[in-house]
């Protein structure tokens, strides 16, 4: 198995990652970077197909998530460079991935003024060719490759993605969550035992503390600061945290009977809460279970922003997009508020390099937004690391959950990742990788040859365990470890399936003459005295027979001096033989495995016989017999 | 769905139970549903009063429901044993089993099922329905094209020609909505608040809007009116294309969701329940149960039924309300004879019909198909059965048994570590492999792999022989002076039959005896002496035998 991550390798931002398996192409996640202007914001999709028939390469598109690093690219990469495969998305990411391109494209063309960028229409054609799926919905892709999403938390709608093509397997997580939050539940996979596992890694090295005592701190920190008069920003993207903390902060509101206002900025909002209300589904268990009674998604206490309350005295807490400070709302009332020490900026997400956002968690005092504007930073800022990934805990959790045989790291910083890579490797003791950007990494995954295994031969497997076992009916139970012993003839006809042939078959195959099976049988005998094994090892008898037969030690019958025989040979046999000895009395034969034993001709106890056949294929253990009945006779 | 809780609780059944989550929702409402209205009895005034009830004698209906022999509770611990799944997921039972649900097109939720035992897919069909224009998912057809055995149960009756189209059907029940409320008569639905009542609230609700009577008041009166209505909202992701667009907009997808927020729709557990200030006529009301034999809608009868300006419109074709009115007049509950309000049954079934199971019939690839005893003369007559196609029936409690069709084939993953030790022969310029392992099923199939390490002494392999014992080789390889075994002769060679050969071999030294016979296939050696045999064993392998 390859995999190349063209985005998103020992690095956050456009994500996308190019795997192939089983002989099939598909690529993960098709994202964007925020640190970049240039042509860099977008992965490199020249490294598919230098002529750019990309759809003759790659057999399908799978997205995660509807965040913009790992979304960004697509409408680009499906309008603009003429991929028309199929893509694959859950349904909240099929709704709202649009609107979010949709949003990043008017601030890149209308805003900054770029031109050559995709449009609406391209973002509407490009959905057209989106397939939603549902949760742990299985999809077939041209009867080879299986396509199977599971929750990931994260988001809303948030999947990571299970591919299979052949033997050869693959999970891909985009970014996931494995503790439940406010709004969305924990990430959870079966345990698929992938070949590969490619893991985001964006808190590599972190464990952070209970969700509880962050929201506690969250709480005490807005309320502190509101009820001192200051103004509260917090930074958000319209969806997902947004959702969680608006809960938050609802449910205190409510709790405390707090009147200070709470708005939420970006015209998105309503749009969004609906989205939520629609795919209730897909949010958490208790929110679903309470909403016939109450939909979370209807705030009271929380009402839409109006950019002349920016100037308004008195205290009030300001949710506002975009969450890194670089644009819009967010940064044009933090312009306004950032000078006053009273009030708080409070970032409860992840900020790229190189945004206003970072720089301000920097700690830096002093900002240039421009060649022209500088800021001074006054305000109290308080980090609350609310981002949805999983932590190293997480992680680990995950890897034990579905049991990988490698792990590739990605999503992640460099630095961070290595500590986390030696962890995987010492703890699991399986490989761990984490490729740069354009670096491929080939992976050797258990080869397996698909033969072709006809029903006469199954039956026949079938058969001979359970005679094995001794039993008279087929079991009808799942097949566990059912023993074979067959034949595949190499050079065949090429292009025709290999054949596990079952060698009695052999015959009937062209040139199968030479292959067919030969029975060599042999049969042989040996006289001797009853009386003197009954006297020589009388003191083995004590085995299981004497109490079938109602003569006891002492019957002197001809019969039952048979008897006694074959109870000294049948324990004496099973003390020297690995194999399970049976006794037949009636036909005075021991039975190991497939040899049998009889007792004839003994019409006088001076001389009786033993006759012994057995096929080739148990030489072995016919030498066994042999040699102790040697040694008993 | 209704025997379940009695499955589960009262019998020895102790297996799995898989459900779709949107089917175990309105599940849930059926079940409760049906347990309230046995529970709680409607009560009928005489026919004067509602309000002075307490002075006259309360009688109820009988009941034509049979009553549930199961309690509140056993509802939810069933419910907590099933396991909801999505369509198109897949759940194994047992390893070598998988069961998977797909859309069936009848309800939210419902579903068809296709069970695989050993690459073997049998689909369960039942209700199911291939109209287009209702709200549910489309029927997925995967269920009928990759099918080994169909079997389809159900009640089928040839009703000739079919009824109008559904749309009609639905337009004709709008129109009469809006026919009475415009002569201010009040409309009763007698229906379950689920299922095709949702596109029959769609389609009143354009009526009205159309007609100018926007302002008309609905009430949805069931126990689980609320959960019914408001959590179909959020089952986006199983219906039907065109709704499915709506969530992506977003926009709910089906239009209760707005006539409940503006209060032109609204929903009560009992008709008590309604608030009087908000209660305006004309108005329609949707009530179970849609027997007229249970819930509020027999008072609704009782109450609008003596005014020729109210309609009853009834969607079960097995529901008669001359009947109902005959059961209430006997107890004077009514005065006239027979109901004076319009009475209009447009029954609205989108169940599978006859000419659609002869398409899905000619459209499946499965060998077996097995369909109702009451379908089966339609079927002969209409459909046009593969020559390999095998058409069974079934009726009440009759076991069905056929042989399915066994794949000639199935493919096996070699896994890797099995092929590398495997042994490799040349044999007429052919490669034979000889296999040896544990054959196992795995989540992705079934696999060969080595024999786990602790097999490892027990499973000692065997020896294999093929090919052709050269008799002539063999007979030269014996006979005295042609080889080092000097001591070795050949006493005799014998032709017992044509395929026969018997040698007779004698060992001076070891003062023993050997007979050998050769036949197709097969050598039997006859020796007392362990030297002697093993001797004869050599010289047989080296004569023409190849020991893999």
């Given at each position: 198995m390859r995999l190349v991550p063209l985005g998103a390798g020992q690095d956050v931002g456009r994500s996308c990652l190019l795997v192939t398996l089983g002989g099939r192409n598909i690529m993960f996640d098709c994202g964007m970077h925020m640190g970049f202007n240039d042509e860099r914001r977008f992965p490199d999709f020249t490294y598919i197909a230098k002529d750019g028939q990309y759809t003759d390469t790659l057999d399908c598109i799978i997205i995660s998530h509807f965040h913009l690093d790992h979304c960004g690219a697509l409408p680009y990469f499906t309008e603009m460079c003429g991929?028309?495969?199929?893509?694959?998305?859950?349904?909240?990411?099929?709704?709202?991935?649009?609107?979010?391109?949709?949003?990043?494209?008017?601030?890149?063309?209308?805003?900054?003024?770029?031109?050559?960028?995709?449009?609406?229409?391209?973002?509407?054609?490009?959905?057209?060719?989106?397939?939603?799926?549902?949760?742990?919905?299985?999809?077939?892709?041209?009867?080879?490759?299986?396509?199977?999403?599971?929750?990931?938390?994260h988001v809303l709608g948030a999947a990571m993605f299970y591919v299979r093509v052949g033997s050869e397997s693959i999970v891909y997580t985009g970014d996931y969550n494995m503790t439940p939050d406010r709004h969305l539940g924990a990430a959870w996979i079966d345990k698929v035992r992938p070949d590969v596992l490619v893991t985001e890694s964006t808190y590599a090295t972190t464990i952070r503390d209970s969700k509880r005592a962050r929201e506690r701190d969250f709480l005490a920190k807005v309320y502190d600061c509101v009820t001192q008069g200051g103004k509260v920003i917090i930074p958000v993207f319209a969806l997902g945290r947004a959702q969680e903390l608006c809960i938050l902060i609802e449910t205190f509101w409510d709790r405390m009977g707090i009147k200070v206002p709470v708005y939420f900025s970006a015209g998105l909002t309503?749009?969004?809460?609906?989205?939520?209300?629609?795919?209730?589904?897909?949010?958490?268990?208790?929110?679903?279970?309470?909403?016939?009674?109450?939909?979370?998604?209807?705030?009271?206490?929380?009402?839409?922003?109006?950019?002349?309350?920016?100037?308004?005295?008195?205290?009030?807490?300001?949710?506002?997009?975009?969450g890194m400070l670089h644009i819009g709302t967010s940064l044009e009332v933090f312009k306004k508020w950032c000078h006053d020490r009273k009030n708080m900026v409070i970032m409860p997400g992840y900020c790229v390099a190189g945004t206003v956002g970072a720089k301000v968690l920097a700690g830096q005092k002093v900002i240039d937004l421009d060649n022209f504007n500088t800021i001074h930073v006054n305000l109290q800022v308080k980090n609350l690391s609310f981002s949805a990934h999983a932590d190293a805990k997480g992680i680990m959790q995950l890897i034990r959950q579905c049991e990988p045989r490698n792990v590739v790291l990605v999503h992640g910083e460099k630095s961070k990742m290595g500590f986390l890579k030696s962890k995987i490797m010492k703890e699991f003791s399986i490989p761990c990788f984490d490729p740069a950007n354009g670096e491929s990494i080939d992976i050797e995954t258990s080869r397996a040859i698909p033969v072709q295994l006809s029903s006469s031969f199954f039956r026949k497997l079938w058969a001979r365990e359970a005679k094995l076992d001794h039993q008279g009916t087929l079991p009808t139970g799942p097949v566990q470890d059912l023993a074979v012993d067959g034949l595949v003839v190499l050079d065949g006809p090429t292009g025709t399936p290999l054949q596990l042939t079952d060698p009695s078959d052999l015959s009937a195959m062209e040139d199968g003459a030479s292959l067919q099976p030969h029975i060599l049988e042999f049969e042989t005998s040996r006289q001797f005295s009853l009386e003197a094994l009954l006297q020589k090892w009388g003191h083995l008898a004590g085995a299981p027979l004497l109490s079938q037969t109602s003569s006891g030690?002492?019957?002197?019958?001809?019969?039952?001096?048979?008897?006694?025989?074959?109870?000294?040979?049948?324990?004496?046999?099973?003390?020297?033989?690995?194999?399970?000895?049976?006794?037949?009395?009636?036909?005075?034969?021991?039975?190991?495995?497939?040899?049998?034993?009889?007792?004839?001709?003994?019409?006088?106890?001076?001389?009786?016989?033993?006759?012994?056949?057995?096929?080739?294929?148990?030489?072995?253990?016919?030498?066994?017999?042999?040699a102790a009945l040697n040694r008993l006779l | 769905m209704l025997a379940l809780p009695f499955i589960t609780e009262y019998t020895e059944f102790a297996g799995q139970v898989y459900f779709t989550e949107a089917g175990l929702v309105f599940g849930r409402c059926a079940l409760e549903e049906m347990l309230a209205y046995q529970n709680e009895p409607v009560e009928l005034g005489s026919v004067a009063s509602t309000s002075t009830a307490s002075s006259i004698p309360q009688t109820t209906l009988p009941s034509t429901v049979p009553s549930l022999p199961y309690t509140h509770k056993d509802i939810h611990r069933t419910l907590e044993k099933i396991q909801g799944l999505r369509y198109r997921e897949s759940q194994s039972p047992l390893p070598s089993v998988r069961v998977t649900p797909y859309s069936s097109g009848f309800a939210l939720g419902s579903a068809n099922w296709v069970v695989e035992v050993e690459g073997q897919h049998l689909t369960l069909l039942s209700n199911a329905s291939l109209l287009t224009g209702t709200h549910p998912s489309e029927f997925d057809w995967q269920v009928v094209e990759h099918a080994d055995a169909l079997v389809v149960t159900g009640d089928f009756k040839d009703q000739g020609p079919p009824a109008l189209p559904l749309a009609q059907r639905f337009g004709q029940i709008a129109s009469a909505v809006v026919a009475t409320l415009k002569r201010k008569g009040?409309?009763?639905?007698?229906?379950?608040?689920?299922?095709?009542?949702?596109?029959?609230?769609?389609?009143?609700?354009?009526?009205?809007?159309?007609s100018g009577l926007d302002q008309t008041r609905m009430y949805a009166i069931s126990p689980v009116a609320d959960r019914a209505l408001l959590y179909s909202n959020i089952m986006g992701e199983w219906m039907c294309q065109g709704k499915q667009a709506l969530i992506y907009l977003p926009e709910a997808p089906l239009t209760q969701d707005e006539l409940i927020s503006t209060r032109r729709l609204q929903y009560h557990a009992k008709l008590a329940d309604i608030e009087l200030k908000s209660y305006q006529e004309p108005c329609v009301i949707l009530a179970g149960h849609p027997s007229l034999g249970l819930g509020a809608a027999p008072l609704l009868l009782q109450r609008w039924g003596e005014s020729d300006r109210n309609s009853v419109i009834v969607t079960d074709a097995e529901t008669d309300v001359y009947r109902c009115w005959q059961d209430m007049k006997q107890r004077d509950l009514v005065t006239q004879s027979i109901p004076r309000?319009?009475?209009?049954?447009?029954?609205?079934?989108?169940?599978?019909?006859?000419?659609?199971?002869?398409?899905?019939?000619?459209?499946?690839?499965?060998?077996?198909?097995?369909?109702?005893?009451?379908?089966?003369?339609?079927?002969?007559?209409?459909?046009?059965?593969?020559?390999?196609?095998?058409?069974?029936?079934?009726?009440?409690?009759?076991?069905?048994?056929?042989?399915?069709?066994?794949?000639?084939?199935?493919?096996?993953?070699?896994?890797?570590?099995?092929?590398?030790?495997?042994?490799?022969?040349?044999?007429?310029?052919?490669?034979?492999?000889?296999?040896?392992?544990?054959?196992?099923?795995?989540?992705?199939?079934?696999?060969?792999?080595?024999?786990?390490?602790?097999?490892?002494?027990?499973?000692?392999?065997?020896?294999?022989?093929?090919?052709?014992?050269?008799?002539?080789?063999?007979?030269?390889?014996?006979?005295?002076?042609?080889?080092?075994?000097?001591?070795?002769?050949l006493i005799s060679v014998t032709h017992p039959t044509r395929n026969e050969v018997v040698f007779n071999v004698v060992s001076t030294n070891r003062n023993a005896t050997a007979t050998i016979s050769c036949r197709n296939g097969t050598t039997k050696v006859v020796c007392d002496s362990e030297a002697l045999r093993r001797t004869l064993c050599t010289r047989i392998l080296d004569t023409s035998l190849l020991e893999l």
């Open positions: 991929y028309h495969g199929p893509i694959f998305m859950t349904h909240p990411t099929k709704a709202i991935c649009p609107i979010l391109l949709e949003d990043y494209r008017k601030i890149t063309v209308e805003r900054k003024g770029e031109t050559n960028f995709f449009t609406s229409q391209h973002i509407k054609d490009c959905m057209k060719k989106v397939v939603a799926m549902n949760l742990h919905e299985t999809h077939w892709l041209d009867d080879e490759i299986e396509i199977r999403p599971y929750y990931a938390g309503e749009k969004a809460n609906n989205y939520y209300k629609l795919f209730i589904n897909w949010t958490n268990q208790k929110i679903k279970d309470t909403y016939v009674q109450r939909n979370m998604f209807d705030f009271k206490h929380i009402k839409p922003w109006d950019r002349a309350y920016a100037d308004q005295p008195g205290p009030m807490v300001l949710f506002a997009t975009p030690s002492n019957d002197t019958t001809h019969s039952g001096m048979v008897q006694r025989a074959l109870a000294i040979l049948s324990s004496y046999l099973q003390q020297t033989l690995t194999v399970r000895v049976y006794v037949n009395p009636s036909t005075a034969t021991i039975a190991a495995d497939t040899i049998g034993v009889r007792l004839t001709g003994a019409e006088s106890s001076a001389s009786a016989q033993l006759m012994m056949t057995w096929q080739y294929e148990d030489e072995d253990l016919a030498s066994d017999i042999l | 009040n409309v009763l639905l007698p229906c379950h608040i689920m299922g095709p009542m949702f596109d029959i609230l769609e389609h009143i609700a354009v009526a009205l809007d159309a309000c319009q009475v209009h049954t447009i029954p609205i079934d989108t169940n599978l019909q006859l000419h659609d199971l002869v398409g899905i019939v000619q459209t499946t690839r499965a060998k077996t198909v097995v369909v109702p005893s009451s379908a089966e003369p339609y079927l002969r007559r209409h459909a046009r059965l593969g020559a390999n196609q095998l058409l069974l029936t079934h009726s009440y409690l009759e076991p069905v048994e056929w042989l399915h069709a066994v794949p000639q084939h199935r493919t096996v993953f070699l896994a890797e570590q099995a092929a590398q030790t495997a042994p490799v022969y040349h044999i007429n310029g052919k490669a034979v492999v000889r296999i040896q392992g544990c054959l196992r099923a795995e989540r992705d199939g079934l696999w060969i792999k080595s024999p786990p390490a602790l097999k490892q002494p027990a499973a000692k392999s065997k020896r294999m022989l093929c090919g052709q014992l050269l008799i002539d080789r063999l007979q030269h390889g014996l006979e005295k002076g042609n080889q080092q075994d000097r001591d070795l002769s």
